[in-house]
């Protein structure tokens, strides 16, 4: 099957520490209206509709029904949801194009950590028997990997720090970041981490347009054009695995295509700074490719969006024409554990 | 805009998760206090033991005993314990690579301090006094110096095995229902019915959620509608529900108030159960200081014609 697909449109909401005052359609529904409208599509135009979000975020069962009353799915639509970060929505929806049973697909996704206890929450997705009975933090999973970094000699807290500082100072530049500027690298939160290596919590929503051959060209400039696209998990013992290193990054990188000729920027779903050197290390990117010039997740991290909104950057710049060929990258679980890896390409100007 | 409406939300469960022979033998194991790895095919041993060789995906039931004692192979210090981890005090999340193991276990270390902890340090189990079969039977790593312990030489065939766990999970959460949801919950508090009309296909949702699912689109305009209302369908409750001081059976009802462009859910009361029927026109019964109608009671008026309410069933 050989079809040309690109991502033709994003959009995305202000990430904000808190979105109490709207339920979570309220939030998403001016992103799915800006994605749209960037197309001139309306609902009824799009062939398949995927969505990635979890409902033990917010603590609501079946939120994700709830949410597709910002789509418009009555009369039913053709529509499917993962319990992922929508970057795997996207990968859901660019094999339904594949398929040719669609030419257009909308995929969104969104993440309200504000009511909950976001670092415990995250506890439950771990192996239930041996790991989850000890509620180990979503910060100190990844505090075990830094400092098997650390050990390595792969980093020190001062090259993480630089991480952080590189990846606010960026994110100035983008309206719709979270923590920007100058953030101090402040006090241990599980060490070695310091608050200035994590995230950000907060609430957020995205969306992208996807559409197959001509249909891309008519609906952008520039399209985005998807040259691969791949996803590997690693092994889910914590400690079969090697922290310092990232084979399943590595491989879906391969598989999508990303090593045959480099690219100039590379959107990278590193949660906290630790993780940026695994990635760079696995994606083999020397210091010519532009990371995160959005400021990465590092500035917003909307869990079960922060990953779809980097393959939404990528796309943006190309659209743009601020980049040619962009990698990126999405992650899911703890240490890095699963990874997808999309190569988009422009059209050359 | 007005004060944003939040309660605390709990959601609180017990998972009953049965084990397959290889989890049942390792935390069996735990609770005889012997540690058992399992042997994948190229002759590692992996702890904690899985019952799939995570590289060749080949079934492995291989036990073999890996001693009590082990080193760090990474640790972070947490100097604030959250509720449920295994010390209520600082301490030392520690992979550990047990004696006789190719592979690390994750729990805590009890340390006086990040000073104390190293990777490369020995460490060794302190058992729970309690122990039920579970990951919890080990208490956490205590600083140890010294070599390998000595093995019980046991690797399996224990009385009573563990077949299962139930793992609890309690999650706190701070729910808020958003602005439309807020402004139905508000209006309702002074007893009226506040749905929104869509923008463009005209109908009103009541209760309404902020979006028309068949437009896709915010509904801002708010109507009030009711009081009085239709019974569009009902059926008869015959199971008493826990909690609920209700007598069976009773009747719950769909009720499309009038204006309204779908029909909500609501307990019919001040008739017979067995006179409620399609058609029949009730109103919402207030208590004093409640913030929701606690049923419908019937109005008294004639029956709705079907013609009037077969689009809101």
Redesign the interface.
């Known amino acids: 099957m050989n079809r040309e697909i690109a991502v033709v449109a994003f959009a995305q909401t202000d990430h904000r520490r808190t979105s109490e005052d709207i339920s979570e359609v309220e939030m998403l529904m001016p992103v799915l209206h800006e994605v749209l409208a960037r197309t001139g599509l309306k609902t009824a135009d799009i062939g398949f509709t995927c969505s990635g979000s979890s409902d033990y975020l917010a603590g609501r069962a079946f939120s994700f029904t709830l949410a597709l009353d910002g789509v418009g799915a009555w009369p039913p639509i053709s529509e499917s949801h993962v319990e992922m970060d929508g970057a795997w929505a996207l990968y859901e929806a660019w094999t339904k194009l594949l398929t040719g049973d669609a030419d257009t697909a909308l995929v969104y996704s969104y993440g309200k950590s504000s009511p909950g206890p976001l670092r415990d929450v995250l506890t439950r997705q771990l192996d239930p028997y041996y790991v989850a009975p000890l509620w180990p933090d979503s910060v100190a999973l990844a505090a075990l990997q830094a400092q098997a970094l650390v050990d390595a000699g792969d980093t020190d807290e001062p090259a993480l720090a630089a991480v952080a500082a590189r990846s606010r100072a960026d994110a100035t530049a983008n309206s719709h970041a979270q923590l920007t500027g100058s953030v101090p690298q402040g006090e241990y939160l599980v060490r070695p981490l310091r608050t200035g290596d994590c995230p950000p919590i907060g609430d957020g929503a995205a969306a992208v347009i996807l559409a197959a051959g001509d249909r891309a060209r008519e609906l952008c400039e520039r399209p985005a054009w998807i040259r691969g696209i791949d996803h590997r998990i690693e092994a889910h013992g914590l400690g079969v695995r090697d922290l310092t290193d990232s084979p399943s990054t590595r491989l879906a990188a391969e598989k999508a295509g990303a090593f045959q000729r480099p690219v100039d920027t590379a959107e990278l779903h590193a949660p906290f700074t630790s993780q940026e050197v695994v990635l760079r290390k696995a994606l083999k990117l020397d210091d010519g490719v532009r990371v995160n010039p959005s400021g990465g997740a590092l500035a917003a991290n909307p869990v079960m969006a922060a990953g779809l909104i980097r393959v939404g950057e990528a796309a943006a710049r190309i659209h743009r024409g601020e980049a040619d060929r962009a990698l990126a990258h999405a992650t899911s679980g703890p240490c890095l554990q699963q990874n997808l890896v999309a190569v988009l390409e422009g059209d050359p100007r | 805009?007005p004060e944003?409406l939040?309660a605390p939300?709990v959601?609180e469960f017990p998972?009953t998760?049965s084990?397959g022979p290889v989890?049942s033998a390792f935390?069996t194991g735990l609770r005889e206090r012997v540690v058992l790895g399992v042997r994948t095919g190229d002759g590692r041993t992996?702890?904690?033991p899985?019952e799939y060789d995570?590289?060749t995906a080949e079934e492995i039931r291989d036990l073999v005993e890996v001693a009590p004692t082990g080193t760090v192979?990474?640790?972070?210090?947490?100097?604030a314990p959250?509720?449920?981890?295994?010390l209520d005090t600082p301490f030392a999340?520690?992979?550990v690579?047990l004696d006789g193991a190719d592979?690390?276990?994750?729990?805590?270390l009890d340390a006086p301090g990040?000073d104390a902890v190293h990777?490369g340090m020995r460490v060794r189990i302190r058992w729970a006094e309690e122990r039920t079969g579970?990951?919890?039977d080990i208490a956490c790593f205590e600083p140890y110096t010294g070599g390998q312990a000595e093995l019980t030489g046991r690797t399996g065939g224990f009385e009573d095995p563990v077949t299962g766990?139930v793992?609890p999970?309690r999650?706190?959460?701070?729910?808020?229902?958003?602005?439309?949801?807020t402004a139905y919950i508000n209006a309702l508090a002074e007893q009226r019915n506040v749905g929104e009309r869509c923008p463009s296909c005209r109908k009103v949702y009541v209760p309404p959620?902020?979006?028309?699912?068949?437009?896709?689109?915010?509904t801002l305009e708010q109507v009030e509608v009711g009081p009085h209302g239709t019974v569009t369908t009902f059926c008869i409750v015959n199971i008493k529900a826990k909690n609920l001081d209700i007598e069976v059976p009773y009747v719950y009802a769909h009720i499309a108030l009038d204006g309204a462009g779908l029909a909500l859910h609501g307990r019919i009361g001040g008739i017979p159960y067995d006179e409620v029927r399609m058609g029949l026109r009730v109103e919402p019964v207030w208590t004093a200081g409640a913030r929701y109608p606690d049923h419908y009671r019937p109005t008294g008026e004639p029956d709705a014609d079907y013609d009037t309410y077969r689009e809101l069933l």
């Open positions: 805009m944003v939040k939300l959601v998972f998760r084990l989890q935390l992996l702890v904690p899985v995570p590289v192979t990474t640790w972070a210090w947490n100097h959250r509720r449920d981890q295994p999340w520690v992979l690579r592979t690390a276990l994750l729990h805590a990040p990777t579970a990951i919890t766990i793992a999970a999650l706190d959460y701070t729910y808020s229902p958003g602005r439309a949801q959620r902020g979006a028309c699912p068949t437009c896709g689109v915010a």
